[in-house]
């Protein structure tokens, strides 16, 4: 299929359906980082954009590339059901929790214990590819919610801070993540 360059119905569908989805960015120098996601943590806002909140972890790369060059590819695969594999390009805008849009787009989600960005993406291409690489896999439940949710929900805003200043602060090549900038 040509890549076009906005979300459709069926697309919309096929993203909602998925339980886990991938991220990948890249700053001009350094290594390439490629991120699973999952949780309730993605929402399309139209054809041309969706956000997704980005909760607490052992790094912090994404945001780091980010603020290094705003490119963003998100990649979605079907592990049930007819093989598909669909590519989201674009550029992202990080949000914290202290910025004024912060707010207005948290409101999208459930709250998530541990959260510390939302990504904002402008797609300006979709690509579509077959999948039939891809295994097929079932669904077992949401690790987040077992594991990572309740370990960042025990934590109090100062238990919070520390984290992020010792795991979050600096990406693996050193770039900053501008998490507690102004």
């Known amino acids: 299929m040509a890549p076009g360059t906005k979300l459709n119905g ?3 569908d096929f993203i909602e359906q998925q339980q886990v989805f991938f991220v990948a ?38 945001a780091g590339h980010i603020k290094q060059t705003n490119r963003m590819t998100l990649m979605f695969c079907a ?17 914290h929790p202290r ?4 707010d207005e787009l948290a409101a999208h989600f459930p709250k998530l214990a541990g959260s510390r960005q939302i990504f904002d993406l402008a797609i300006d291409m979709v ?33 919070m801070e520390a984290f992020w200043r010792k795991k979050n602060t600096l990406t693996v090549d050193g770039f900053e993540t501008g998490l507690f900038e102004d």
């Open 127 to 159: 690509h579509v590819s077959c999948g039939s690489g891809v295994p097929y896999m079932d669904y077992k439940s949401d690790r987040s919610a077992e594991e990572m949710l309740p370990f960042f929900d025990k934590m109090d805003d100062d238990g």
């Open 79 to 95: 592990f049930e059901g007819p093989a598909r594999i669909l590519r989201l390009y674009g550029t992202a805008k990080v949000t």
């Open 10 to 12: 069926t697309l919309r």
């Open 99 to 102: 910025h004024d849009a912060w």
């Open 25 to 62: 960015t890249a700053a001009e120098t350094g290594r390439v980082n490629l991120s699973p996601k999952g949780a309730d943590s993605l929402r399309i806002l139209d054809d041309n954009r969706l956000i997704w909140i980005n909760l607490s972890g052992s790094g912090n790369e994404t």
